[in-house]
């Protein structure tokens, strides 16, 4: 038995509407598909570092912010605090979760001095996981793992 063929092309304008309705589903595809990392909103001019090899990762949900503007304000989470209410909050904080961790944002024309003398307050705190937030060099290497010091010395030859 053999059928007919009736195969003929058909040339005519492609439609706009369908195209543009593609367009929008895929965009909208890969919105609601990526992830985004919300940081709070004060704006800090941090410092510029290569990427450390000895730092792994990003912070975790569980920690908290403290930031330290230029003009020497801190900021606990968002929210404007002083030495004392920033020692409470952290002790609190340490209480309730014992795990957590503390990412100390710092602009890079805050003073040492200050910069320690909080480091030693969330110590005394209670909280034992501090990170320093930096911004990466772009185009840099990671800066290589620190060497030991026995494979730092050559081997002595008789």
Same mark, same amino acid.
């Given at each position: 038995? @053999?059928?007919?063929?009736?195969? #003929?092309?058909?040339? /005519?304008?492609?439609?706009?509407?369908?195209?543009?309705?593609?367009?929008?589903? =895929? /965009? !909208?595809?890969?919105?609601?598909?990526?992830?985004?990392? !919300? *940081?709070?909103?004060?704006?800090?001019? +941090?410092?510029?570092?290569?990427?450390?090899?000895?730092?792994?990762?990003? &912070?975790?949900?569980? =920690?908290? +912010?403290? %930031?330290?503007?230029?003009?020497?304000?801190?900021?606990?989470?968002?929210?404007?605090?002083?030495?004392?209410?920033? @020692? %409470?909050? !952290?002790?609190?904080?340490?209480?309730?979760? &014992?795990?957590?961790?503390?990412?100390? @944002?710092?602009?890079?024309?805050?003073?040492?001095?200050?910069?320690?003398?909080?480091?030693?307050?969330?110590?005394?705190? /209670?909280?034992?996981?501090? !990170?320093?937030?930096?911004? &990466?060099?772009?185009? *840099?290497?990671? %800066?290589?793992?620190? @060497?030991?010091?026995? =494979?730092? %010395?050559?081997? =002595? #030859?008789?």
């Amino acid at each position: 038995m @053999k059928f007919k063929r009736n195969l #003929q092309i058909v040339e /005519g304008r492609i439609g706009a509407v369908p195209l543009v309705n593609v367009a929008l589903l =895929a /965009g !909208l595809f890969f919105m609601l598909s990526s992830s985004y990392v !919300l *940081q709070p909103g004060v704006n800090v001019e +941090m410092l510029d570092l290569p990427v450390s090899t000895l730092v792994a990762g990003a &912070p975790e949900h569980n =920690a908290v +912010m403290v %930031t330290i503007t230029r003009d020497d304000l801190i900021f606990y989470n968002d929210e404007r605090v002083d030495l004392e209410k920033l @020692k %409470t909050g !952290l002790e609190e904080t340490a209480r309730r979760f &014992p795990g957590i961790r503390v990412v100390l @944002k710092s602009d890079q024309r805050v003073s040492y001095e200050r910069l320690v003398q909080i480091l030693d307050l969330t110590k005394a705190a /209670g909280v034992h996981h501090v !990170l320093l937030a930096t911004r &990466p060099l772009l185009n *840099q290497p990671a %800066t290589p793992p620190l @060497k030991s010091q026995s =494979a730092a %010395t050559p081997a =002595a #030859q008789p």
